[in-house]
C-alpha cells in the first residue's frame, strides 16, 4: 500500500520548491518555509487509501504563510494521476487554510486537512 506521507511530502516539496517532511525539525525557525504532511486518520481498503491527512505551512511571516497554505490548497485540489508511487484518485478539502498557534513567535503556522483517495501505483 501507499505510504501518504511518502507520496505528498516530496510532491509538496518539488511543487512549492520549498522543505517538506513528516516531522518538524528542532531549529524549525531556522529552515523555513516548510511544509508538514502527516497522516491523522481515515480508512484503508484493500485496494485503495483514504487516509485524513493535517497540512501544516510554516514560514516567517502571516503573509508567506498564508500564501504557501493557499497554493498548496490550490494544487492539493488539482492532484490526480500517478504521484511518487501511487495513483491520486481525489483530494477533498475538509478543513480550509487557517492560523494555528506555535510555540515560537518567529514562525507563523497555517493548519489544514485534506482527504486523499489513493491506490498504490
Known amino acids: ?5 511518502a507520496v505528498l511530502n ?4 518539488a511543487v512549492l520548491g520549498v ?7 528542532a531549529d524549525l525557525e ?3 518555509p516548510m511544509v508538514r504532511v502527516e497522516r491523522i486518520g481515515g480508512p484503508d481498503e ?16 502571516a503573509d508567506e504563510a498564508r500564501r504557501l497554505a493557499n ?3 490550490d494544487k ?3 492532484l490526480r ?5 501511487a495513483v491520486i484518485r481525489d483530494v477533498r478539502c475538509d478543513s480550509g487554510p487557517s492560523r494555528q498557534p506555535w510555540a515560537n513567535e518567529a514562525v507563523h503556522r497555517r493548519g489544514a486537512s485534506y482527504t486523499v483517495s489513493l491506490r498504490a501505483a
Open 71 to 73: 497554493d498548496l490548497r
Open 76 to 78: 492539493l485540489l488539482a
Open 10 to 13: 516530496p510532491w509538496a516539496e
Open 1 to 5: 500500500m501507499a505510504d501518504v506521507e
Open 81 to 85: 494521476g500517478p504521484v511518487n508511487g
Open 19 to 25: 522543505r517538506a517532511g513528516a516531522e518538524t525539525p
Open 46 to 61: 484493500r485496494f485503495s487509501l483514504h487516509p485524513r491527512v493535517a497540512v501544516d505551512v510554516f514560514a516567517a511571516t
Open 30 to 32: 531556522k529552515r523555513l
